[in-house]
């Protein structure tokens, strides 16, 4: 008895087993795998076709805010500027030029660039911080005494420390290594050396959302030193320089 149970359940399995695959080989003789397969092709081919390839981070990238008087007032994402533009809150202004597009749930979008905001914001700027960098920006990464220009600048104290001078703006200067060790612990008129200028404190920089970024070719007719026609080597010192 237990040898006929066991064979049975073995007949009935088999024959389970073989359900499926007849399922799967009908469905091939009616054509609805195949229809399926190529209806997926022809969709990711549609989608080529408008332009809408998937890209990881499209929905990140950055897109340059323009105030109303076409100020630059902040960098946000295009996931971000879609919104604003969505909402009428904000115009556009430029488009990737990449070409690159988002896909909606029922639309295809041009990735945007630059937008410009409908209102206007007044964004008090606030007292900029004493440190090494804003410092080598006040200065135009130059140095005060001699007047060489280089990235790679030492932060001197025109008072030095050792004679009670403060860490303050107007005692602070970029200075490059051979000068500062010239000068050591002594005041410019004791080491008879002459500041190209006299330190203070620098005004507020409107233009800091752009330091450290990559500007984009579309942006840079809205930027005050790029369409000078100024390299990419004097960014800095033109940031210093806006107001």
């Not at 007292?127 to 960098?133: A, N, T, Y």
């Not at 420390?161 to 002594?186: E, F, I, M, S, Y």
């Not at 990559?214 to 210093?240: C, D, F, H, K, V």
Request: net charge positive; aromatic share 6%.
């Amino acid at each position: 008895m237990a040898s006929r149970g066991r064979t049975s359940r073995k007949q009935n399995s088999a024959k389970g087993k073989g359900l499926p695959r007849r399922g799967r080989n009908d469905g091939r003789r009616n054509g609805t795998t195949g229809a399926a397969v190529e209806s997926s092709s022809q969709h990711e081919s549609g989608i080529r076709k408008n332009g809408a390839v998937s890209i990881p981070g499209r929905l990140t990238a950055p897109v340059l805010v323009l105030n109303l008087n076409y100020v630059p007032v902040n960098v946000c994402t295009v996931r971000r500027a879609i919104v604003l533009v969505a909402k009428g809150k904000a115009e556009l202004l430029e488009h990737r030029q990449d070409e690159a597009r988002v896909r909606t749930f029922n639309a295809f979008l041009d990735a945007p660039s630059i937008i410009r905001l409908v209102y206007l914001v007044k964004r008090p700027f606030a007292p900029r911080r004493l440190s090494k960098k804003e410092v080598f920006l006040r200065d135009h990464y130059t140095c005060q005494y001699c007047g060489k220009r280089s990235q790679h600048l030492t932060l001197d104290h025109v008072v030095p420390r050792r004679q009670h001078g403060p860490h303050t703006w107007d005692n602070v200067v970029a200075a490059c290594g051979r000068c500062n060790l010239d000068k050591a612990g002594r005041t410019p008129e004791e080491a008879n050396m002459k500041l190209r200028r006299v330190p203070t404190a620098p005004q507020p920089n409107p233009y800091r959302i752009l330091e450290n970024r990559t500007i984009l070719e579309e942006w840079r007719q809205y930027i005050p030193w790029q369409s000078n026609g100024r390299s990419r080597e004097e960014e800095p010192a033109a940031m210093a320089m806006a107001d």
